[in-house]
């Protein structure tokens, strides 16, 4: 009898709890689909570090697409950049290489770094180089936030 007295006092006292919706997953980002967008050059510099120029007064951005990048100096695209043309990633590689085939010709091979909105390229030859600290030329870009 003091068995279901004390059920039939806790049973109110027993909150009633809604069905807690499920948490929405996020769809998974590929490091492909983080790089796709417009990059504004802030810097570019030898691999020991020494400031090889600034944009100063130039607008220079970096427009990567799907296969194809482009790129643009005050609002015009320069058509004879080694970066305006078709490209590959190699993201296997470690840094992921980057191979650029310029519409002016030729080949020109990169490593890239990102770093939430920052985007390092290593520029070498017609292959990327062996590491950053080998490279011709290191350019510094921020992601274009529209």
């Known amino acids: 009898m003091r068995a279901v007295l004390l059920v039939t006092l806790l049973l109110p006292a027993i909150p009633v709890r809604p069905e807690r919706p499920q948490a929405e997953t996020q769809p998974q980002v590929g490091p492909q689909q983080l790089i796709i967008g417009d990059w504004l050059c802030e810097k570019v510099t030898s691999a020991q570090g020494q400031n090889l120029g600034t944009p100063g007064n130039n607008r220079m951005i ?3 697409l799907p ?6 100096v005050n609002g015009k695209d320069s058509e004879h950049d080694g970066l305006t043309g078709a490209y590959t990633i190699d993201w296997t590689a ?3 290489a980057m ?4 519409k ?17 390229l290593a520029l070498g030859g017609e292959t990327p ?3 950053f600290g080998s490279a011709s030329m290191i350019a510094y870009y921020r ?4």
């Open 94 to 96: 470690n840094p992921p």
């Open 62 to 64: 970096f427009r990567i």
């Open 99 to 102: 191979h650029f085939r310029p």
């Open 143 to 146: 992601r274009v936030k529209n």
């Open 67 to 72: 296969g194809q990048s482009i790129f643009i």
């Open 104 to 120: 002016r010709g030729g080949k020109l091979g990169g490593l890239i770094r990102l770093e939430g909105d920052l985007l390092v």
């Open 129 to 131: 180089p062996m590491g």
